[in-house]
Every structure is written in C-alpha cells, then in structure tokens.
C-alpha cells in the first residue's frame, strides 16, 4: 500500500471581485518605477522605494483572501515582510530561484493572457522511479493567488508573445493562534 510521507501544500484561490480588485490595483503598480538589473531578464519594482505603499494596498484591497489563509492555516497574524511587480515583456523570464528566510512567498496574476503560461514549481526532491526533476504547474489565470512555501524553487518560463505578464509578488511572515 501507498501512502504519502511529505506534500507541499499551497493556498490556491481566484481573488473574488478580481475586475474592482484590479483596476485599484492597476491604479497603484502603473505609478511605480521599474527598474532591471544586470544579469535579470524582466523588469521589478523590488528594488524602489515604493513597495511599502505597495504592501499597503495589497493588505487593503485583498484582505478578504488574505483573511481566508490565514485562517485555513491557522494564522492569527500575517507580516508582509516585502511586495513588488515584475513585468515579463516579450521572452523575458525568471531563472530558478527560492524566497529563502520567508515563511510563504505570494504571486497575484495581474495580466496573463493565454498564450502566456503561470510558475513553474520544482519538488525539492527526485523521481523515486526515474531521478528526474520534478516539476508542477499551476493552471491560472488574472486573478489568481497563490501562496507557498518561500523555501519552494520556482521560475518562469520566457514570455512568448508581445503582451507583457505582469504579477505581484510577496513575502509572508506568519504568526500561529
């Protein structure tokens, strides 16, 4: 018999009144300046001074979500310890990278269209049968949240069309009941 001895689990939700939620939203990241880095293939507002107003408005406007986790993971108290945009354009992507010391790390899917695919997960460990890497993908769409593990690889594969993807990412410190 089969049974399971490790799984990670995520908080996976399409955000509820997405168009409202957006266009505040839009109102927000469409202020912020962009910058990218020497050896980056996308453009972040991570590195500017303005993501605490970003934090700000992303506890205000998704309360409602961030409420639900919390509860479903018994939280009493969630720190979003950092927040920022990043902009695929055309064939920009993300190498493979963690979020390290966080507890969760968050991505919200502000534009993704379709030929555009979602975050590519890498399982921490092999295949038991082949020792290959595992990797998963979520199925989203605009509007999606996802919550995971900050110590959990991940990327993004290159954006392939002229329409840049465009998501916010976060980092989560939690505080249990």
């Known amino acids: 018999m089969i049974k399971t001895l490790f799984s990670i689990d995520a908080f996976i939700t399409d955000i509820k009144d997405w168009k409202t939620k957006k266009a505040k939203l839009k109102k ?7 910058y990218r880095r020497p050896l980056t293939n996308f453009d972040t507002t991570r590195f500017g001074k303005s993501n ?17 986790f919390g509860n479903e993971c018994g939280f009493s108290k969630l720190d979003i310890t950092d927040s920022w945009v990043v902009k695929y354009k055309q064939n920009d992507h ?13 991505i919200i899917y502000v534009d993704l269209f379709k030929d555009q695919e979602s975050t590519t997960f890498v399982a921490p460990w092999p295949s038991e049968t082949t020792g290959q890497t595992k990797l998963t993908k979520i199925e989203c ?5 996802i919550i995971f593990p900050g110590h959990l690889m991940h990327f993004v594969k290159p954006n392939l069309i002229k329409k840049h993807r465009i998501v916010i990412s976060f980092d989560i410190n939690c505080t249990p009941k």
């Open 28 to 34: 927000v990241i469409d202020s912020l300046k962009y």
């Open 94 to 106: 993300q190498i493979v990278h963690h979020h390290g010391g966080v507890m969760y790390s968050g």
């Open 141 to 145: 769409k605009e509007g999606t949240l």
């Open 52 to 68: 605490k107003e970003l934090t700000k408005n992303l506890l205000n406007i998704f309360s409602q979500e961030f409420n639900i």
